[in-house]
C-alpha cells in the first residue's frame, strides 16, 4: 500500500523511497528483470505473496511507471508485464543493494539439511527453488 506522505514529499529521496519501499515491489521488479512475464508465473516464483497484494502492487508499479501492462486481445485473455525504462534503469540499484547485503550481512550459513526464505528457517525444496529465482535475477 503506497503511502502518499512520502509520495508527495518535497525531498526526491523520500519520493523514492515512496515509490518503491515496501515489502514486495523491489522482489517482483528482481522477479521480473528483463523478461516478459505473466500473472501467474510471478504468483508461482514469489512466495509468501497473496494474489490479492501482489495484484495491488503491480497495479502501483504500473501507475508510478516502473511496469507496463501488455493486454492481449484474445481468448482466454492474456496479460503481460515487463519492466518500463524507469524500472530497467532500477536493476542497477537492485545489484547493488543485494552486493552491500552479501558484503555486511551477519547470518549463519545454514545446514545442508536446512533452508532459508526471507531469513524463515523452511525444510521445503520448493521454497528454497523459488528463492534462488527470486535471488538470481
Known amino acids: 500500500m503506497r503511502d502518499?506522505?512520502?509520495?508527495?514529499?518535497?525531498?526526491?529521496?523520500?519520493?523514492?523511497?515512496?515509490?518503491?519501499a515496501n515489502k514486495w515491489k523491489p522482489i517482483i521488479i528482481n522477479v521480473v528483470g528483463t523478461?516478459?512475464?505473466?500473472f501467474g508465473q510471478l504468483d508461482a516464483i514469489i512466495p509468501h505473496i497473496s494474489r490479492k497484494v501482489l495484484a495491488e502492487q503491480l497495479k502501483e508499479l504500473e501507475e508510478?511507471?516502473?511496469l507496463e501492462r501488455l493486454?492481449?486481445?484474445e481468448l482466454p485473455p492474456r496479460v503481460e508485464y515487463k519492466l518500463s525504462e524507469k524500472g530497467l534503469a532500477f536493476l542497477p540499484i537492485?545489484?547493488?543493494?543485494?552486493?552491500?547485503?552479501?558484503?555486511?550481512?551477519?547470518a549463519?550459513?545454514?545446514?545442508?539439511?536446512?533452508?532459508y526464505?526471507?531469513?524463515?528457517?523452511?525444510?521445503?525444496?520448493?521454497?528454497?527453488q523459488m528463492e534462488s529465482i527470486i535471488c538470481s535475477k
Open 4 to 20: 502518499d506522505r512520502f509520495c508527495n514529499s518535497n525531498c526526491p529521496f523520500t519520493r523514492a523511497i515512496g515509490t518503491i
Open 35 to 38: 523478461r516478459t512475464i505473466r
Open 64 to 66: 508510478d511507471g516502473l
Open 71 to 73: 493486454a492481449y486481445k
Open 94 to 106: 537492485l545489484e547493488s543493494i543485494k552486493e552491500w547485503n552479501l558484503q555486511y550481512e551477519i
Open 108 to 115: 549463519l550459513v545454514p545446514k545442508e539439511t536446512d533452508h
Open 117 to 128: 526464505v526471507y531469513g524463515v528457517k523452511s525444510k521445503l525444496d520448493n521454497d528454497l
